[in-house]
């Protein structure tokens, strides 16, 4: 069936570093392609989407690339802050209906 | 400005007490989810409801029920058949004919046992 597997956490970096979370995915045909947020003691907020191959979604800094030759959407951000410690969720959702199927979230840590 | 609304934020249930989270959406959306989130972990389905007075198990329904008498509104109820209720409720709604739109999802209700 169709899955999301995401890096383990936690991710710990340093304010300004590069960020990539690894994101990949299996199924069938084009899914449409999630990044979500939650930060601490709230619930998921939608960072970033793209629904078809070779889109570029972004927000806030970061970005990702529907990646259909290596089926994935990796996370990635330039330069972090402390504000961007929270839960990264990798989403998928099929080709055959809307709901979305998860990956198990990636917790980032920057310290300052 | 369209949302989810959960309430409480805060909910203490005693051994043997039922209760009930409330979900209410002015999106206009069909489906409606409700997920269990435990420390450090990830989602958990526990209900989904494509439709008013329809719904559908999750992963992890046993010693939950839901109601879907509005298309606003998809309460859960915890029952004291939950045996380790104490968790981050999220809800969720969504639209059914585009599946590139994604989840709008509430603040949460963090329910703990007393």
């Known amino acids: 069936g169709d899955s999301v597997t995401q890096m383990e956490g936690p991710v710990t970096l340093s304010e300004e570093a590069f960020l990539t979370i690894n994101c990949t995915y299996t199924a069938t045909g084009y899914p449409s392609l999630f990044w979500y947020v939650q930060y601490p003691g709230e619930g998921l907020q939608l960072l970033l989407k793209?629904?078809?191959a070779d889109d570029k979604g972004s927000n806030k800094g970061f970005e990702a690339t529907y990646r259909k030759e290596t089926t994935s959407f990796h996370l990635e951000k330039g330069s972090v802050q402390v504000s961007d410690s929270a839960v990264y969720f990798c989403?998928?959702?099929?080709?055959?209906?809307?709901?979305?199927?998860w990956g198990a979230g990636t917790k980032l840590i920057i310290k300052p | 400005d369209g949302g989810i609304t959960q309430s409480p934020k805060y909910l203490f249930r005693k051994e043997g007490q039922n209760v009930t989270l409330s979900c209410e959406q002015n999106?206009?959306?069909?489906?409606m989810y409700w997920y269990r989130q435990d420390p450090g972990q990830g989602l958990r389905l526990i209900y989904y409801?494509?439709?008013?007075?329809?719904?559908q198990k999750g992963d992890i329904a046993e010693g939950y029920s839901v109601s879907r008498e509005k298309k606003e509104s998809f309460p859960l109820t915890v029952t004291s058949a939950q045996k380790n209720p104490t968790a981050f409720y999220l809800c969720?709604?969504?639209?059914?004919?585009?599946?590139?739109?994604?989840?709008?999802f509430g603040s949460g209700t963090r329910l703990t046992v007393v």
């Open positions: 969720a709604s969504s639209v059914t004919r585009d599946r590139g739109i994604g989840y709008t």
């Open positions: 999106l206009n959306h069909d489906a």
């Open positions: 793209a629904t078809k």
């Open positions: 989403a998928l959702s099929p080709r055959s209906n809307y709901q979305l199927i």
């Open positions: 409801s494509q439709i008013v007075n329809d719904f």
